[in-house]
Nanobody
Framework: QVQLVESGGGLVQAGASLRLSCAAS????????MGWFRQVPGKEREFVAA????????YIADSVKGRFAISRDNAKNTVYLQMNSLKPEDTAVYFCAGRLYTGSYYPNEYEYWGQGTQVTVSS
C-alpha cells in the first residue's frame, strides 16, 4: 500500500514558479513510478509528467515541456513537480499518482492517487 499527499499548490501570478511535492508512505515507494496529472472541472484528467522508479526516465507533456520538470528523492519518499513560467491555463487541481516500475501517460494505469492540490494562476 502507498499513500500519497500532495502539497505546494497556491495562487500565483502568471510567470511565477511553484514546486509541488508528493510525499508517499510505504516501504516500497522506490519501486513505484510516479506521475503528475491535472484536472479542471468538466474535463478529463490530463497527463503532466511521469518519472520511472529509478528516476532515470522522465516523461513530460508537450503542453508543459520546457517549463515543468519532475524529479524524485527516494530517500525522502517524495516526488516533485517544478513548475516555471506558469500560465493561466495551468490552473487546475494537480494530483500525484503511483504505479509499479514504469511511468504511463494514462491515469487508469495508476494504482494510487493523492487528494490533489489546487494551483491557480492569475493573469
Amino acid at each position: 500500500q502507498v499513500q500519497l499527499v500532495e502539497s505546494g499548490g497556491g495562487l500565483v501570478q502568471a510567470g511565477a514558479s511553484l514546486r509541488l511535492s508528493c510525499a508517499a508512505s510505504g516501504r516500497t515507494f522506490s519501486s513505484y513510478a510516479m506521475g503528475w496529472f491535472r484536472q479542471v472541472p468538466g474535463k478529463e484528467r490530463e497527463f503532466v509528467a511521469a518519472i520511472s522508479w529509478t528516476g532515470r526516465s522522465t516523461y513530460i507533456a508537450d503542453s508543459v515541456k520546457g517549463r515543468f520538470a519532475i524529479s524524485r528523492d527516494n530517500a525522502k519518499n517524495t516526488v516533485y513537480l517544478q513548475m516555471n513560467s506558469l500560465k493561466p491555463e495551468d490552473t487546475a487541481v494537480y494530483f500525484c499518482a503511483g504505479r509499479l516500475y514504469t511511468g504511463s501517460y494514462y491515469p487508469n494505469e495508476y494504482e494510487y492517487w493523492g487528494q490533489g492540490t489546487q494551483v491557480t494562476v492569475s493573469s
